[in-house]
């Protein structure tokens, strides 16, 4: 089976922007199409693969109003299923309502993220003027797929296995409003639950949330911070989240006249609030780190007296553009560059005892889009995944994969042109350690208008991929990935 479900002219396309080309050029057409006419270009497709790698990202279809941004495009969320050594790829636009407005318009109704000034309609977000594109996060909950944008917008559902919009989730969703919820929300697969937070630019400026295995928003709580902030991951242990108050946020002198100036306060210490998973905003303890901003977390889990949470952290996150000209791409490129901004991955830990934090640099290569297997997710885990990030473009270029226990790391690099997507670890059926099964990725090659998916034996991804399956057509870089076994399916209603 090899079939186009939509083709769509792009109107974006012909411009001089980076994320619209290249790497980054969105597709055209929405396909279903499974091996055998999928060609296996390498390798078998291992038969102890049941599920779905699902990932989302930015596909704009109309030609942007002002400067387009790679946070800003149409979300678009590619899957691939796997069953019995076959292998079955969809990718769908998702049918939110901004996108449905564009449609019917013809054309860009919202600006993006750089430029909110142009807007004039009322759009989603924390900065309410973008659209709201779905394009950055995705996990599974209660048996349907939730797709959200990083600045907060309505949670969309999706069925994980056809990607039909289903629409905002209709038992918790009209409770948050016009907050919606924030990548990244995380999924206790242990119980179920999923764990949540949004964010403003009036009070509350957050707000903390619990949706539970029935999918019943259980716990919804506003949370104290000093101004308006910008957070974008969360932590999750057993019993605590670990809320984020990071000095990289508006200017507030500015902001109060509707300008949007972000700015790296670096005298100001980073703040982690640590909640119970039901507590109130008064049970939050709060714990001081060096001033940093924090894109993404790989895990967080509880160990005797104290809380850890590892992930990528930023010392730099609002590298000096000063010097690069105003006009064209230079500025936006050095303030997307994770070796300006100073990533790595770091390690925080939370003494509930003391209330003193310790810190310490688990690397010094850039590297970013941590993954762990779900399963560990808030319990200690021993192995992390994460990409390689190219100097000066957001471009992902290979994959590492740390062993927190003996410090050894495996690194692999993509072919020359090649690039991959976030990489997670999917475990084989009848796993029986941490790393027993696979990581999986969509690479692409702009040059040859290519795409593939490459499956990688976890304990080895340092001999490159196992397995390689061809995709339809071409597919832009994205945002975030999740790997969904099919047995989370078991007992969902149709
Ligand atoms: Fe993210």
Redesign the pocket.
Known sequence: MRDIIQKKSLTCLGSDNPYLNGAWEPCDTEWTASTPALKVLAGEIPRDLHGVYMRNGHNQVHAPIGKYHPFDGDGMVHAACFENGQMTYRNRWTRTTGYLAEQAAGESLWPGIIEPRKAVRRGWGSIGAMKDNAG??IIVHAGRAIVAM?QCSEPYRLDPITLDTLGPDPSWARALGDRGIC??FQIDEHTGEMMFFNYGEKVPYLNYGVVNARNELVHYEPIELPGARWP??MGMTQNYCILHDLPMFFDQVALAKGQHRLKFHRDVPARFGIIPRRGRNQDVRWFEGQPCYI??LSNSYEQGDEVVMEGCIQTNPVPDVSVLPKDGYARMNALLDMHRQETRMHRWRFNLKTGQTREEDLDDEVTEFPMVNGRYKGRPNRYVYTAYMVEGFWLLDGLKKYDMQTGKTQSWRCPPGCYVSEAPFAPRIGAKDEDDGYVLTFMNDAAHRRAECAIFDAKHIDKGPVCRVELPGFIPLG??AYWMPMSDLKGVAA
């Open positions: 950055t996060d990083s990548s990244h974008h991951d894109l993404h945002a975030h």
